[in-house]
């Protein structure tokens, strides 16, 4: 367990349960072991509903954009607690090989197939290709996660988890049409999903 997850987690949850309390759906569905969680982006408080919905015995490492990570303190902080930068835009070999390594230790990840926010809830129906090729190349079931865009105040927000699985390929590392048509497969999930969010 990373000390430093645990230390801000329960800074943190107090006041964010009390103004953004989470209402988790179908938290069953999160395997044991290692797995690639995929949530919709639409604000900077996903990762945290994620998380809080979880419950506090799952600590998933956290892919993040590099820039978040520069800032004074708030980088070091989140560094120590398991998030990770990448740099996007970019062939970030540095970020998918530390993926790679967490997830083969059985450890689960959090990323956002989407790779940026949307925030008028409108979904990419492509999404990016990260996920996929770190699916493939570990073995490790995606899940898809839906998140409403519309955060109620001082009412529970779903968080919805769906049902992890394993994306098909022809070839055991995949290709990258392979990897754009899982990409688009894992958006339409997330999608279907906003209907248990009612």
Known sequence: MRLAYSV???????????????????????????VILCPNHTRMSDPFF?????????????????????????GWLLKKAGVFAVDRGKSDVGAIKHAMKCLKNGEKLLMFPEGTRHQNGKMDDEGKTGAALLSVRTGVPLLPIYIPAKKKWFGRTPVVFGEPYYPKTESRRGSSEEYKAIAKDLMARIAALEEQAQ
């Open 8 to 34: 801000i987690y329960w800074i943190v949850y107090p006041f964010f349960n009390l103004v953004h309390p989470c209402r988790p759906v179908n938290r069953e569905n999160v395997p044991e072991g290692a």
């Open 50 to 74: 994620v998380v809080f919905a979880l419950g506090r015995h799952i600590q998933p490492w956290v892919m993040a954009k590099a820039e978040l990570m520069r800032v004074p303190v708030i």
